[in-house]
């Protein structure tokens, strides 16, 4: 189901999209893998496409020498000219340059204008070699706005803060997520007090004292700071010279933020994750329809409860209980009221939107066991009525 589509009920969206992950021909009591997950596949973010054009945006202004925005023009520019050039052809077409760029929809005269250093009018003839490489070469647009996006990642997110969402948009992902953090961080000490692991009291207090001081950074940047001035700080010393191709220019930025491991790139831009006290919620798991103000309050959790939880203390193989358990605590804020577009319980709904959650944003972790796992709760058990396993 194309989630794009303009929904008037966002909330109907969403479940028909949980149905169209699961093989309900199946008993969740007996195989709950495939009867949720059977289907379920990975949707491409919308952040994709609306990065892609801030910064085909970007690479047509003009910036002042040493700006932010000059830093991450001048990545840009350099990462799209690393494209290799077709051996020498015969030409196969004769275009202007302003009907070259409409039959192939970029904008190439900056390009020209970066490699070549000269001017190039939109009348100008250009000889087309192949076609086929200025397909290529659309990809490597695309590929270059995720390295920007990616290498340069801080500086990208405040753009993107500044130039797309705006101040209302990210106040309200702010006042969205911050419950949802904090549910999930009371269920994690409350867990901590039951003290099933037998720690020491001194041990429960030091736990307790860090899970208290971590705070949420929405798109990696911190809340109690002007994200501008903190930004441009961290790339005050960045410089990118005319000596530079792609691989030096990648080096510079990737000490920028000491990334070491190419995992903590790819990973950086699609999972939860802690950076000293930190924990960082990347705008790619925020651009999704549970994000929605009219959108459901268990549709919020159950889309980053569970890289909440590992987020805070690498325990996967409770996760999902936990999320659950967040919701649907004695003293919980959130609403326990059956809603009327979902034919599912809302406990039954949770179990399934985390399952699937966890199915398409934690690929390679150990699905199997996880949802065995989950099948033998208490709580599993009463939401499907599973009397084999009470």
Not at 41 to 50: D, E, F, L, S
Not at 78 to 104: D, F, G, K, N, W
Not at 266 to 281: D, E, H, M, P
Request: charged share 20%.
């Amino acid at each position: 189901m194309d989630l794009k589509l303009a929904w008037a009920d966002p909330n109907v969206a969403l479940f028909n999209q949980v149905l169209s992950y699961m093989d309900q021909s199946l008993e969740p009591c007996q195989n709950f893998q495939n009867y949720s997950t059977k289907y379920a596949k990975w949707i491409k973010p919308p952040t994709r496409a609306k990065f892609n054009t801030m910064l085909d945006e970007l690479k047509d202004q003009d910036f002042e020498e040493g700006s932010l925005e000059g830093k991450l023009q001048r990545f840009y520019n350099i990462c799209l000219a690393r494209t290799p050039s077709p051996y020498y052809m015969e030409p196969v077409q004769r275009l202007t340059l302003q009907e070259l760029e409409i039959q192939h929809g970029i904008s190439l005269s900056k390009y020209i204008e970066f490699v070549f250093d000269r001017t190039v009018p939109p009348s100008a003839i250009v000889h087309v070699m192949s076609h086929e490489f200025l397909e290529r070469f659309k990809e490597q647009i695309r590929s270059c706005a995720y390295y920007m996006t990616a290498y340069l990642q801080l500086a990208s997110n405040l753009l993107y803060e500044e130039r797309i969402l705006g101040p209302a948009k990210v106040s309200q992902y702010q006042s969205q997520v911050e419950p949802i953090f904090k549910a999930i961080r009371h269920q994690i000490i409350t867990r901590l007090e039951r003290n099933s692991l037998n720690w020491t009291t001194s041990e429960i207090k030091d736990l307790q004292e860090n899970l208290n001081g971590l705070t949420l950074g929405i798109g990696g940047l911190p809340n109690e700071v002007n994200h501008r001035q903190f930004v441009t700080n961290l790339y005050k010393d960045l410089n990118f010279t005319v000596e530079d191709d792609y691989d030096s220019a990648v080096l510079k930025a990737r000490q920028v933020l000491g990334l070491k491991e190419e995992d903590e790139l790819v990973g950086s831009l699609n999972q939860i994750k802690r950076s000293g006290n930190i924990i960082v919620v990347p705008y790619n798991l925020l651009e999704n329809l549970a994000f929605d103000l009219e959108s459901h309050d268990l549709f919020k959790i159950t889309q980053l409860g569970i890289q909440f939880v590992i987020g805070i203390q690498q325990m996967i193989l409770i996760a999902l209980n936990i999320v659950h358990e967040s919701y649907f605590a004695p003293k919980s804020k959130f609403t326990q009221i059956q809603p009327s577009f979902s034919t599912k319980t809302l406990k039954q709904l949770s179990f399934l939107r985390l399952a699937q959650s966890y199915h398409i944003q934690l690929t390679g972790m150990p699905i199997n066991e996880m949802l065995n796992q989950l099948t033998k709760l208490p709580s599993f058990v009463q939401a499907f009525n599973c009397p084999n396993l009470r």
